[in-house]
């Protein structure tokens, strides 16, 4: 089981602006932060966006991103919106991604920083439009 996903930013205050209406899109809350550091959570879940310790600029990884669980395709939806209103790049609109399941509904955004993010809902109920 994860304990929790952290990603690099070298701006923590940006990152704020971009990641809270996000985060509470989803349900995630800030459960702390600092001058360094933002940590959200739900459930035994954290996603931290912090400084990197070792003091050199934080980069994104190449095939390195990580997904959140949507509730609904409308929160997906807004969530892309929203990620791009708040400073995010588009790097795949919100849709039907059939390469990986049928019912698989996601959208892909970069945060400021470069990070690889995407919000995603599956659920065979939705693509029949119940």
């Known amino acids: 089981m994860i304990h929790h996903v952290s990603i690099g930013s070298n701006d923590i205050s940006r990152a704020k602006a971009f990641y809270a209406p996000l985060m509470s899109l ?10 360094s550091s933002l940590h959200y959570g739900a459930s035994d879940i954290v996603f931290s966006i912090e400084t990197p310790v070792d003091g050199r600029p934080a980069a994104p990884g190449n095939g390195v991103h990580i997904a959140f669980q949507a509730p609904d395709r409308e929160t997906v939806r807004r969530f892309h919106q929203t990620a791009v209103a708040h400073g995010g790049n588009d790097e795949g609109a919100p849709g ?35």
């Open 26 to 35: 989803i349900g995630f809350r800030l459960l702390k932060s600092s001058a």
């Open 96 to 130: 039907i991604r059939a390469n990986y399941n049928a019912n698989y509904y996601g959208a892909f955004v970069r945060d400021p920083d470069g990070n690889k993010i995407e919000a995603v809902t599956y659920t065979a109920r939705e693509s029949f439009g119940l």
